[in-house]
Every structure is written in C-alpha cells, then in structure tokens.
C-alpha cells in the first residue's frame, strides 16, 4: 500500500546539522509534488518546504531559508531535507507529505489542489544544548 | 500571503451532536482549502479537498462547505472517534502552504 517513512530525527546541538529522509513505497513518486512540513511540541502544523516532482520548482518558508535543502531522488523513492545552522526554534516533529494534484474549476492544474493525502508517522528533532 | 482563522479554538460536543468548525480566510481563495484531522500522537490524515470533496475512506457524516473567504467543516452525528483536532489548510497560491491554528473538538 501507499506509504511514507520518516527517518535521521535525532537530538543535536544548536548550530548542528542533521539529514532527515522521507521513503516512498506504493506509488508513482515522481508523479508528485512533496512537501516537509513541521509541527512543534504541543503547536500547529507549519509548511516548511516543497519540491516538485521533477524537481524544477522548490521553495521554502521564510524562517528556514539559507539553512535548509530539500532534495529527492525519483529513482530511490526517495524525499530528503538537509537542515543546518539548526536552532530551538527548529525543534518538532516533521512530516513529509504528498502533494494531490487536479484541476481546478477553472480548469487549471495545480500540485497540490486535491491537498496532501499521504502523511508519512514523522520524526522528531530536537534542538538543545 | 493568505491567513486562515479558524473558530472556534475549542469545541465540547457530545456524541451524536452536530459540529461545525470555521475555517476564515484573510482573502478570497476559491475553494482551494482542504481540512486534515489529527488525532494525539498521529500525523494528520486528509478530510476533506476542493473545498467540499470528502478524501478516500471519510466518513459520509463529514461534509465541507464555503467559498471565497469564509469556509465549514461539518460532521453531521459525531463518532467518539471524530473527536480531534482539526486544521484547515489553503494552497491558492504557493509558496507558502498555508494551515490554520486548529480547533480541537472535545467530548463535552
């Protein structure tokens, strides 16, 4: 079935770097634009970060930018997210996330208009001295 | 960049109750919006996209409704396992993705 696993989650120090990885089983990965996206201890959900499925398009939010690197490997199945530079404010579970594409009424074709219908369990990464 | 305000913050129902969450955007986004349940200790599950479409494997009580600015979930006869917390989430014009604060929806 249609699945995505998290994993590299890990406790580091502020300033760190970590690699977190997104595997991709069940489905056409390339199909499909994907997405990180965050959620602190106790808060809401935060987009991070979008990668299309050739790769042509990526975007990040604000806060992250200049740190991290999404990347994905369509032979592998495979979504990534290098973080550096890393801070508390960094701490949460991250969800990688598939981006449903369709047609609006309007007959244009966007990425992610059929929202994001496949959540991989998450990971955690926490950022502390 | 759109701001989704969802009300109310909190919600205490009983089963078989009606709820209704509101999802209020700060501009007009068509019906780009989607609404994602999230249950203690598990990642968000899609509920509803298009505004109205309920996502494979939702519940026929789940229903979405609005367009432009002002959008609602709604569940018609709630289950004890609809009780969650519940974003909405728009995508009119990425970047950014844009979510709601929540409403969690409590046994009353």
């Known amino acids: 079935q249609e699945q995505l696993v998290e994993s590299g989650g890990a406790l580091v120090k502020p300033g760190g770097s970590l690699r977190l990885s997104c595997a991709a089983s069940?489905?056409?990965?390339?199909?499909?634009?994907m997405t990180w996206i965050r959620q602190a201890p106790g808060k809401g959900l935060e987009w991070v970060s979008l990668?299309?499925?050739?790769?042509?398009?990526?975007y990040y939010t604000d806060s992250v930018k200049g740190r991290f690197t999404i990347s994905r490997d369509n032979a592998k199945s495979s979504l990534f997210l290098h973080m550096t530079s890393l801070r508390a404010e960094d701490s949460a579970m991250y969800y990688c996330?598939?981006?449903?594409?369709?047609?609006?009424?309007?007959?244009?074709?966007?990425?992610?208009?059929?929202?994001?219908?496949?959540w991989g369990l998450g990971t955690t990464v926490t950022v502390s001295s | 960049e759109i701001v989704l305000t969802q009300s109310p913050a909190t919600l205490s129902l009983s089963p078989g109750e009606r709820a209704s969450l509101s999802c209020r955007a700060s501009h007009r986004i068509s019906n780009y919006i989607a609404w994602y349940q999230q249950k203690p200790g598990q990642a968000p599950r899609l509920v509803i996209y298009d505004a109205s479409n309920r996502a494979t494997g939702i519940p026929a009580r789940f229903s979405g409704s609005g367009s432009g600015t002002d959008f609602t979930l709604t569940i018609s006869s709630l289950e004890p396992e609809d009780f969650a917390v519940y974003y909405c989430?728009?995508?009119?014009?990425?970047?950014?993705?844009?979510f709601g604060q929540g409403t969690r929806l409590e046994i009353k």
């Open positions: 989430q728009e995508s009119s014009n990425w970047p950014p993705i844009t």
């Open positions: 069940g489905f056409t990965f390339s199909d499909h634009s």
């Open positions: 996330a598939r981006g449903s594409p369709g047609y609006d009424r309007s007959g244009y074709y966007d990425e992610f208009y059929h929202g994001l219908d496949l």
């Open positions: 990668i299309s499925g050739d790769d042509e398009i990526i």
